[in-house]
T-cell receptor, first 113, second 115 residues
Framework: DQQVKQNSPSLSVQEGRISILNCDYT??????FLWYKKYPAEGPTFLIS?????DKNEDGRFTVFLNKSAKHLSLHIVPSQPGDSAVYFC????????????FGSGTKLNVKP | GAVVSQHPSWVICKSGTSVKIECRSL??????MFWYRQFPKQSLMLMAT?????????EQGVEKDKFLINHASLTLSTLTVTSAHPEDSSFYIC???????????FGSGTQLSVL
């Protein structure tokens, strides 16, 4: 049973517009969340994280929002750039087993020039 | 920032042979490293947690005798796929916690193709 889900396998956005990637989780024990970016045949690259004590974390063009009651988080990229085109994974971990992170299946973002 | 090196990046082997994949933390010590497997269009699946100086902890459904993990030092963990078969063909990725705020950093991955 997948504990972290990304229901949109792909997303296409025009350059300069906002990209919104969504992620849902089922385990209420998860209290730390991360987003990774991945190019083909490469390992994931860390983007941004958020802990459950916050509902928003911003880093440059990237903002992650957390809605604990809905068990939902989202990654906003503003403005989107063609170089942002990649697969984005969300990951979640729990406070009692912090070392383990569970990943969603990824969303492939295509930013069109 | 923290860097994790994974080698080799691509390996092709005959069915029945064993393949070793190395994962190194280059500028930090990692008491714990993780091994993931990714099938095409699927999520990264945690296979096992590698603990320095002790036995690895495997996720449910992962064969311990099939995927041997050794964490001999604070900077090196190895995954050996023993008697590899075509169904073991996959993208294997390691990670380690370290650096600022103990974030999770990933190696570049190893694409294993078993003929």
């Amino acid at each position: 049973d997948q504990q972290v889900k990304q229901n949109s396998p792909s997303l296409s956005v025009q350059e300069g517009r906002i990209s919104i990637l969504n992620c849902d989780y089922t385990n209420s024990m998860f209290d730390y969340f991360l987003w990774y970016k991945k190019y083909p045949a490469e390992g994931p690259t860390f983007l941004i994280s958020i802990s459950s004590i916050k509902d928003k974390n911003e880093d440059g063009r990237f903002t992650v929002f957390l809605n604990k009651s809905a068990k939902h988080l989202s990654l906003h990229i503003v403005p989107s750039q063609p170089g942002d085109s990649a697969v984005y994974f969300c990951a979640a971990g729990d406070r009692y087993n912090f070392n383990k992170f569970y990943f969603g299946s990824g969303t492939k973002l295509n930013v069109k020039p | 920032g923290a860097v994790v090196s994974q080698h080799p990046s691509w390996v092709i082997c005959k069915s029945g042979t064993s393949v070793k994949i190395e994962c190194r933390s280059l500028d930090f010590q990692a008491t714990t490293m993780f091994w993931y497997r990714q099938f095409p269009k699927q999520s990264l699946m945690l296979m096992a947690t590698s603990n320095e100086g002790s036995k690895a902890t495997y996720e449910q459904g992962v064969e311990k005798d099939k995927f041997l993990i050794n964490h001999a030092s604070l900077t090196l963990s190895t995954l050996t796929v023993t008697s590899a078969h075509p169904e073991d063909s996959s993208f294997y990725i390691c990670s380690a916690r370290g650096g600022e705020n103990e974030k999770l950093f990933f190696g570049s991955g190893t694409q294993l193709s078993v003929l």
